[in-house]
Protein backbone atom coordinates (compact mmCIF):
# COMPACT_ATOMS: atom_id res chain seq x y z
CA UNK A 1 0.00 0.00 0.00
CA UNK A 2 1.32 3.55 -1.04
CA UNK A 3 0.92 5.64 2.13
CA UNK A 4 1.05 9.52 1.71
CA UNK A 5 3.36 11.18 4.02
CA UNK A 6 2.10 14.70 5.45
CA UNK A 7 3.94 16.98 7.50
CA UNK A 8 1.96 19.59 9.53
CA UNK A 9 3.41 23.01 8.54
CA UNK A 10 3.47 24.87 11.02
CA UNK A 11 4.97 29.37 11.48
CA UNK A 12 7.00 30.12 15.00
CA UNK A 13 8.08 33.64 15.50
CA UNK A 14 11.38 34.47 17.29
CA UNK A 15 11.24 38.11 18.95
CA UNK A 16 14.06 39.86 20.86
CA UNK A 17 14.04 42.41 22.99
CA UNK A 18 17.00 44.21 25.39
CA UNK A 19 18.04 40.43 25.87
CA UNK A 20 14.82 38.70 26.59
CA UNK A 21 12.86 36.61 23.89
CA UNK A 22 8.96 36.59 23.75
CA UNK A 23 7.60 33.28 24.62
CA UNK A 24 4.06 31.96 25.77
CA UNK A 25 2.49 29.61 28.37
CA UNK A 26 0.24 27.52 27.10
CA UNK A 27 -2.04 24.82 27.93
CA UNK A 28 -0.87 22.01 26.06
CA UNK A 29 -2.44 17.72 26.40
CA UNK A 30 1.51 17.61 28.42
CA UNK A 31 0.37 20.23 30.65
CA UNK A 32 1.61 24.02 30.92
CA UNK A 33 4.45 24.39 28.59
CA UNK A 34 6.98 27.34 26.81
CA UNK A 35 6.70 28.15 23.65
CA UNK A 36 7.47 31.04 20.83
CA UNK A 37 4.76 32.41 19.49
CA UNK A 38 3.48 29.66 16.56
CA UNK A 39 0.83 27.48 15.26
CA UNK A 40 -0.34 26.10 11.62
CA UNK A 41 -0.63 27.22 8.41
CA UNK A 42 -4.20 27.80 8.17
CA UNK A 43 -6.10 27.63 4.21
CA UNK A 44 -5.58 30.95 2.58
CA UNK A 45 -2.70 32.51 4.33
CA UNK A 46 0.87 32.62 3.17
CA UNK A 47 3.60 31.49 5.37
CA UNK A 48 4.54 35.04 6.38
CA UNK A 49 0.75 35.92 7.05
CA UNK A 50 0.21 33.29 9.28
CA UNK A 51 2.92 33.59 11.54
CA UNK A 52 1.88 37.59 11.91
CA UNK A 53 -1.60 36.23 12.79
CA UNK A 54 -0.43 33.37 14.95
CA UNK A 55 1.65 36.14 16.55
CA UNK A 56 -1.12 38.51 17.07
CA UNK A 57 -3.47 35.86 18.59
CA UNK A 58 -0.90 34.26 21.26
CA UNK A 59 0.67 37.45 22.30
CA UNK A 60 -1.54 40.74 21.61
CA UNK A 61 1.42 42.06 19.60
CA UNK A 62 1.29 42.74 16.18
CA UNK A 63 4.40 41.55 14.43
CA UNK A 64 6.39 42.68 11.99
CA UNK A 65 8.56 39.51 10.28
CA UNK A 66 12.58 40.66 9.04
CA UNK A 67 13.26 37.52 7.36
CA UNK A 68 13.08 34.11 7.44
CA UNK A 69 15.51 32.18 10.59
CA UNK A 70 14.93 28.86 9.13
CA UNK A 71 13.14 25.72 8.46
CA UNK A 72 12.87 22.55 10.62
CA UNK A 73 11.38 19.48 10.87
CA UNK A 74 10.42 17.23 14.15
CA UNK A 75 8.73 14.64 14.74
CA UNK A 76 5.89 14.18 17.93
CA UNK A 77 5.25 10.94 19.01
CA UNK A 78 1.92 9.83 19.50
CA UNK A 79 0.41 9.18 22.06
CA UNK A 80 -1.11 5.80 22.85
CA UNK A 81 -2.37 4.22 19.59
CA UNK A 82 -1.86 7.48 17.54
CA UNK A 83 0.35 7.93 14.92
CA UNK A 84 3.32 9.67 15.14
CA UNK A 85 3.16 13.03 13.81
CA UNK A 86 5.94 15.11 12.00
CA UNK A 87 5.78 18.76 12.11
CA UNK A 88 7.94 21.67 9.67
CA UNK A 89 8.29 24.81 10.86
CA UNK A 90 8.88 27.90 9.39
CA UNK A 91 10.44 30.08 12.15
CA UNK A 92 10.44 33.98 11.21
CA UNK A 93 12.64 36.60 12.93
CA UNK A 94 10.89 40.34 13.38
CA UNK A 95 9.73 43.07 15.69
CA UNK A 96 6.95 44.17 18.16
CA UNK A 97 5.37 46.96 19.74
CA UNK A 98 3.72 47.47 22.91
CA UNK A 99 1.10 44.53 23.25
CA UNK A 100 -2.94 45.30 22.55
CA UNK A 101 -3.87 45.04 25.84
CA UNK A 102 -7.78 44.89 25.01
CA UNK A 103 -7.45 41.80 23.27
CA UNK A 104 -8.21 37.98 24.56
CA UNK A 105 -5.49 35.77 23.70
CA UNK A 106 -5.72 32.63 22.11
CA UNK A 107 -8.01 29.53 23.53
CA UNK A 108 -5.09 27.89 25.89
CA UNK A 109 -2.29 30.97 26.33
CA UNK A 110 -2.00 31.78 29.64
CA UNK A 111 0.34 34.69 28.74
CA UNK A 112 2.66 36.15 27.24
CA UNK A 113 5.87 37.00 28.61
CA UNK A 114 9.91 38.21 28.48
CA UNK A 115 12.50 35.75 29.20
CA UNK A 116 16.51 35.82 28.70
CA UNK A 117 17.77 32.89 26.78
CA UNK A 118 19.71 31.70 29.92
CA UNK A 119 16.87 31.40 31.64
CA UNK A 120 14.55 30.02 29.03
CA UNK A 121 17.65 27.20 28.27
CA UNK A 122 17.26 26.84 32.10
CA UNK A 123 13.68 25.67 31.60
CA UNK A 124 13.86 22.99 28.62
CA UNK A 125 11.63 20.74 30.54
CA UNK A 126 9.29 22.71 30.19
CA UNK A 127 9.38 23.28 26.83
CA UNK A 128 6.57 22.52 24.12
CA UNK A 129 8.88 21.14 21.41
CA UNK A 130 12.89 20.64 21.19
CA UNK A 131 12.55 23.00 18.03
CA UNK A 132 12.43 25.81 20.32
CA UNK A 133 15.38 25.87 21.58
CA UNK A 134 17.18 25.25 18.69
CA UNK A 135 15.57 27.94 17.34
CA UNK A 136 16.84 30.59 20.14
CA UNK A 137 20.13 28.95 19.64
CA UNK A 138 20.24 29.44 15.64
CA UNK A 139 18.76 33.11 16.20
CA UNK A 140 21.73 33.86 18.67
CA UNK A 141 24.45 32.04 16.12
CA UNK A 142 23.35 33.97 13.85
CA UNK A 143 23.09 37.66 15.17
CA UNK A 144 26.69 37.04 16.56
CA UNK A 145 28.14 36.40 14.06
CA UNK A 146 26.48 39.22 11.81
CA UNK A 147 24.91 36.46 9.48
CA UNK A 148 21.59 38.14 7.75
CA UNK A 149 18.48 36.52 7.68
CA UNK A 150 17.01 34.35 4.44
CA UNK A 151 15.04 37.08 2.97
CA UNK A 152 11.66 37.52 2.47
CA UNK A 153 11.44 37.23 -0.61
CA UNK A 154 12.59 33.60 -0.69
CA UNK A 155 9.29 32.74 0.34
CA UNK A 156 6.90 32.68 -3.15
CA UNK A 157 3.36 32.10 -2.61
CA UNK A 158 1.34 31.77 -6.08
CA UNK A 159 -2.01 33.54 -5.82
CA UNK A 160 -3.85 30.37 -5.91
CA UNK A 161 -2.80 29.05 -2.61
CA UNK A 162 -4.48 32.27 -1.37
CA UNK A 163 -7.51 32.81 -3.45
CA UNK A 164 -10.72 30.65 -4.46
CA UNK A 165 -10.42 27.49 -5.80
Known amino acids: ?47 VDAAIRETLEETAHAFRPVGLLGIYMS ?19 GEVGDPDLTRKLDTGIRRAFWISADELHARQAEHRSPL ?25 THPNAIGPA
Open 132 to 156: MQQCVDDYLAARNAGRPWISLDALY
Open 75 to 93: RFAGRSGEPDRAYLRFAFV
Open 1 to 47: MDIRWKPAVTVATVIERDGAFLIVEEDTPDGVRLNQPAGHLEPGESL
